[in-house]
């Protein structure tokens, strides 16, 4: 017993004595460590040049639009990505639109930005067509500011339309931005809603309930635990079994879910009327986040070409990773997505192969990461978006540029099974590990064991960050 204490002792002799180094080398090192830390990666639209940038494994890089990707395959088209920026004009008007479009100047200015042509179509899913869409739920809530109205004329409804377009065109977006996002004249009037205005939605609707879920919305929570979308859901549900209003501007009902749909737009203009203009956009923006998030937005065709090459691979095999880096490069020219949807669609490509037969995890084989879902920077880096709201940022001296979330990039997760489709990202309070226990548990001094293995680590960490700080020159 006396040598084991007497080991105790000396071993944390030599922990203190450590320690004391380590703090040594920090305080010597670290003012010129900090001036050595490299910032995020950055490419500036001042200049078409490719400048190859440091690598930061942990970072966020921002890469502008104007730097256009090296191929790996040079006969191949150029991904419309890196544009050269439009120069801005005066938009021509209808004239016919009884609008204050100043009043909405930012959300203009955001949008023309987000949807950037020819980036638009690239960044459609996760930054264009969100903002764009919340743009039409406020500019619907902004129309009747003056009045209980809730919704747009009809007579007004395609020329407040295509005015906002040009707006935005005018400004830089894409001209097809509409097509892009799949948004239509119709979806300002609240169509088959048969409730359009204030006063009967706060008639049926518990708008108190309504405003307190979704005027503070906890990006980190809502798309799990959420708040904001049962709210809506509710008072949806409530409006659209109100039938008969004597409303002109009711149209026939085609299906149950297109009137569901048309209220939803009607309760958004509710949001967006009782909300500022940031707040609205904020709250809009996240929960478009939390839905793009849940599926995969690839087209991913059926990989019969891998499926044949991988078949009976078990080991590396040279034929079967070529075939899946050619399906892989057909993928990477799509769009940008998000660290979610990558998983999502490492999922779905997994589970075809898996049902043509390929057994071994190729992910692993060939060396496929998440990034390689994503639009690839310098036809090498992959682009994953963060799963939170993004949008593309200004600078008078770099242009427009987007942040790329490295510290997302993990090896592609592969299928347990051919069914597995899809996989939920939000761990409940129950499936979180336990606290390890020492296998001595209930014995004298256990906790003390454990409390002396993080005390070890934490010495152990602190040398060696120290140590890498002291050799950075």
Known sequence: MERLNTNSRNKGHLFVLLLYFAIWVCRFRIGRAKSMWPEANRV?????????????TFGPIEISPSVIPNLSIPSAS??????????????????????????????????????DHPLAA????????????????????????????????????????????????????????????????????????????????????????????CGN?????????PMCQPAIMTALLR???????????????????????????????????????DSANTVFRILSACKVNKACPLDLKEPSDVISACRNVAAPSLSCCSSLNSYMERVQKQMLVTNRQAIICSITLGSMLRKGGVMTNIYELCDVDLEDFSLQVYGQQGCLLGSLPTDMVYDNSTGFSFTCDLRDNIAAPWPSSASMTTISLCASETSLPEIPRSQKSGSPGSYGGGIHVLWQRSILSIFVLCTLLFVLK
């Open 239 to 277: 409006i659209s079994g109100m039938q008969t209003f004597g409303n002109d501007d009711i149209v026939s009902v085609s299906s149950p879910a297109d009137m569901l749909n048309d209220c939803k737009g009607v309760v958004y203009s509710y949001i967006s009327r009782k909300l500022s203009h």
């Open 122 to 213: 690239v960044a459609s899913d996760v930054i264009c067509c969100p903002q764009f869409i919340s743009l039409l739920r406020i500019f619907q809530g902004t129309y009747g500011m003056s009045s209980d109205k809730l919704v747009l004329p009809n007579d007004f409804a395609d020329d407040c339309f295509q005015d906002i377009v040009s707006i935005l065109s005018s400004k830089g977006a894409s001209s097809l931005i509409s097509t892009i996002c799949n948004a239509k004249s119709s979806n300002l009037t609240g169509g088959s809603c048969p409730v359009k205005d204030m006063e009967t939605v706060e008639k049926v609707v518990n708008t108190t309930e309504l405003l307190g879920a």
């Open 217 to 225: 919305i906890d990006p980190l929570k809502e798309c799990c635990r």
């Open 44 to 56: 500036y639209s001042s200049s078409l040049q490719v400048s190859q940038q440091r690598n930061e």
């Open 78 to 115: 150029l991904p419309p990505m890196y544009p050269i920026y439009p120069d801005t004009y005066n938009p021509v008007l209808t004239g016919r639109c009884p609008v204050n479009f100043s009043s909405i100047s930012s959300l203009l200015e955001k949008t023309a930005s987000d949807c």
